[in-house]
């Protein structure tokens, strides 16, 4: 563990970046890739460490997979050749890995074991492990399976019909996945529309699955067919850039290829709403999930109220979105995002202690923050709890204050975004 400092930047920031591509979209391309027979071909991976903790679980049931830089060729033989894992699961630092696996895990004949690191080992697990007991999985771990080390004896599961109680993508996904693999139909109700790639991309791989308003249903499909996948860029990351322009006085920055799926795109919404100048050009060749360029340029922002339904379309935004607001005029008021406290760390504590450090005016709630803004920026610093979130805020925070920003370490970055320092480098050139 090394500390990193980034000394002032103070001029315009300027150019063009493609960003990596969707870490939620990679893990599912996986997935399906190798639940389907055939071969797939995926560009664009997330060359990323959660991405490849996905790679290694189904490569441990007997996948082939190749990978060199951002493509993989998964070639399969379906999930019905599938062979028990010789050694247990090693899911990282990777909340999508765990709930995705355990689904999938739960509807196959095998004994495994799933574990993760420090960080991980501390993320409820429930919330997936109670509707697939409830499908007729066998589960057990810490705190009655709550957490990781958890133990699956999958197989013979039941159709379910399940009304999510948490606004998790990670919690229907699982749910649909082990659907799959039910004699059946299983249907997803969800109150709050949360992202969709996992619908969009069981389509492609011709299952049969229905969505109306926010119902999903998914009937079992004994082979699903390959198909290839070509990953858009993740909004996620480019939210970090979106920001670096939207706060740098004089600024202009365009993102190309960026994934412009409606149930991720909160964060434009709320530069749109801030004040911000934010333009967009579809791309109208890519038809499964949207893409286009995103251009931002400096301007004067205004603090908003961000809670209700958009919070799931911007839930790994939020850090970022903290650090706007200490930028925007008035008080911005982030509420219903009691979730924060439960991802790679308490990002509410950890963002609130990481921006009061610089100099920022923020404070905690139950379920959010209060940012009282425009204020500038110090300098000191941040803990990033190992979280690649925390640190890239903490990076981009730079950008605007007066002295050094220390970070404890940076590392964390590759989970999700392992170029940001050469992107951050090339805009600040
Ligand atoms: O399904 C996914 O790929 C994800 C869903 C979200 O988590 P929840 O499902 O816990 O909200 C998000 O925070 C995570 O980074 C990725
Ligand atoms: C919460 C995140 O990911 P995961 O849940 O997959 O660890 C994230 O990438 O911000």
């Known amino acids: 563990m090394s500390e990193v400092r980034l000394n002032p930047h103070s001029k315009a920031i300027s150019g063009v970046i493609q960003v990596p591509g969707d870490k939620s979209i990679s893990h599912r391309a996986v997935i399906l890739g190798s639940l389907a027979k055939g071969r797939t071909k995926v560009t664009h991976f997330l060359d990323g460490e959660d991405c490849m903790r996905t790679i290694h679980a189904f490569r441990a049931l007997g996948v082939t997979i190749e990978k060199s830089d951002q493509t993989v060729l998964i070639q399969s033989d379906g999930f019905s050749s599938f062979i028990e894992p010789k050694e247990p699961l090693y899911f990282g630092n990777s909340g999508t890995t765990a709930r995705l696996m355990l689904g999938i895990l739960a509807g196959l004949p095998f004994f495994t074991t799933v574990y993760g ?181 400096y301007s004067e922002l205004t603090g908003i109220t961000i809670g209700g339904d958009i919070i799931p379309r911007l839930i790994d935004e939020l850090p970022i979105i903290a650090l706007l607001a200490t930028q925007a005029k008035g008080k911005t008021v982030i509420r219903d995002a009691g979730e924060l406290r439960l991802k790679e760390t308490d990002r509410i504590a950890a963002v609130v202690e990481g921006l009061s450090n610089l100099g920022a005016r923020i404070e905690a709630t139950e379920d959010g923050m209060i940012i009282h803004g425009q204020t500038p920026l110090k300098g000191g610093h941040v803990t990033s709890y190992d979280d690649h979130r925390i640190a890239m805020m903490a990076a981009i925070s730079s950008l605007i204050t007066k002295e050094d920003v220390v970070i404890d370490d940076t590392s964390s970055v590759a989970i999700s975004y392992p170029g940001f320092f050469d992107d951050l480098n090339q805009v600040t050139s």
Request: net charge negative.
């Open 117 to 297: 690191d420090a960080s991980l080992s501390k993320r409820p697990m429930n919330r997936v492990v109670s509707p697939l007991k409830q499908m007729g999985a066998y589960f057990d771990g810490r705190s009655e399976g709550d957490y990781l080390p958890i133990s699956i004896r999958g197989g013979n599961l039941s159709p379910i019909k399940y009304t999510l109680p948490v606004k998790s993508a990670q919690v229907k996904s699982a749910i649909l996945f082990a659907g799959l693999l039910t004699d059946g139909t299983t249907e997803v109700i969800e109150p709050t529309s949360t992202r969709d790639h996992t619908e969009i991309m069981l389509q492609a791989f011709g299952a049969d699955v229905a969505k109306s308003d926010q119902h999903i249903k998914v009937t079992n499909k004994q082979q699903l067919t390959a198909t290839d996948v070509f990953v858009p860029g993740d909004i996620s990351s480019a939210a970090f850039f979106l920001v670096a322009a939207a706060i740098v006085p004089n600024s202009t920055l365009t993102l190309e290829n960026v994934g412009l799926n409606k149930t991720r795109t909160g964060i434009i919404d709320v530069l749109k709403q801030m004040g911000g100048s934010v333009s967009i050009n579809a791309n109208e060749a890519i038809k499964t999930e949207p893409t286009g360029d995103i251009t931002v340029d």
